[in-house]
């Protein structure tokens, strides 16, 4: 039972990480929309996917040291919610926030995972 548990605690952040990954991903395709000639619309693409770019980065280092992957996520998430928060400031601030979730939530359970795999490796 135990090795069961192992392999979930390898495994989910890692797949959460890739499907999280491809949901951001999702949102850069609006430039597509925009009427931009062909390097208007590859600088608005590669503008839209740094955060990507980052979290893909962030997820081949988290492969072997889940220590980044679970500090980085969860501080993803963080950041998330705050500027979440202040950007949609007209609005009530609960508002911005329940939005940012589906972001945020997602990216605090793979950071805690990622912690609990760094904590099972590390005894």
Same mark, same amino acid.
């Given at each position: 039972?135990?090795?069961?548990?192992?392999?979930?605690?390898?495994?989910?952040?890692? *797949?959460?990480?890739? !499907? %999280?990954?491809?949901? +951001?991903? @999702?949102?850069?395709?609006?430039?597509?929309?925009? /009427?931009?000639? $062909?390097?208007?619309?590859?600088?608005?693409?590669?503008?839209?996917? *740094?955060?990507?770019? !980052? %979290?893909?980065?962030? +997820?081949? @280092?988290?492969?072997?040291?889940?220590?980044?992957? /679970?500090?980085? $996520?969860?501080?993803?998430?963080?950041?998330?919610?705050?500027?979440?928060?202040?950007?949609?400031?007209?609005?009530?601030?609960?508002?911005?926030?329940?939005?940012?979730?589906?972001?945020?939530?997602?990216? $605090?359970?793979?950071?805690?995972?990622?912690?609990?795999?760094?904590?099972?490796?590390?005894?």
């Amino acid at each position: 039972m135990p090795k069961k548990i192992n392999k979930f605690i390898y495994w989910t952040p890692r *797949i959460l990480s890739i !499907i %999280l990954i491809l949901f +951001l991903t @999702i949102f850069s395709f609006d430039v597509f929309e925009e /009427g931009l000639n $062909f390097w208007q619309t590859a600088l608005a693409l590669f503008m839209h996917n *740094i955060p990507v770019l !980052i %979290l893909l980065i962030v +997820l081949l @280092i988290s492969w072997n040291y889940e220590i980044v992957g /679970g500090i980085v $996520f969860i501080l993803a998430g963080i950041s998330q919610m705050i500027l979440s928060v202040a950007r949609e400031a007209p609005d009530p601030w609960y508002i911005a926030l329940s939005w940012s979730l589906i972001l945020v939530v997602p990216a $605090f359970i793979i950071g805690i995972l990622f912690l609990m795999g760094w904590f099972k490796k590390k005894k």
